[in-house]
């Protein structure tokens, strides 16, 4: 199982009670990082849209849930729960990718290497 391996080195709570469980095993990652990664599987589709600023402004925006999420947790306000760090996680994902696809091409576009 190299990929398990692989997972692993990744920084994560791993906590058991904010993890997904698949057959009765838990995921190697909590649920929130496992939804972050599983978003960036949609980067390569990024690649035939055309670039603008509004892509740049609306990735940094898909951050917000889930810093709210998180945050209002972390003051303990209130509980989260899978299903929400799921979402909120796949949300900030495709928000990262967004971020990282218009810098990657702004950086090869205008700097020229």
């Known amino acids: ?3 398990t391996k692989l997972l692993y080195q990744i920084p994560c709570h791993r906590r ?3 993890s997904l469980f ?6 190697p990652l909590c649920a929130r990082c ?3 990664y599983a978003a960036y599987l ?3 589709i990024f690649a035939f849209i055309p670039k603008t600023i509004y892509f740049l402004i609306l990735g940094i925006l898909f951050q917000v849930p889930m810093f709210i999420d ?7 306000w209130r509980e989260s729960n899978n299903y929400l760090r799921v979402i909120t996680g796949f949300i900030s994902g495709i928000g990262q990718c967004l971020f990282i ?4 091409d ?3 576009t205008y700097l020229k290497w």
């Open 101 to 104: 696809w218009y810098w990657t």
């Open 16 to 18: 058991a009670d904010r």
């Open 106 to 108: 702004f950086l090869t």
């Open 34 to 36: 496992t939804a972050i």
């Open 42 to 44: 949609i980067l390569p």
């Open 70 to 76: 998180g945050y209002t947790q972390l003051r303990q």
């Open 22 to 27: 698949f057959h009765g095993k838990q995921f």
């Open 1 to 3: 199982m190299i990929l």
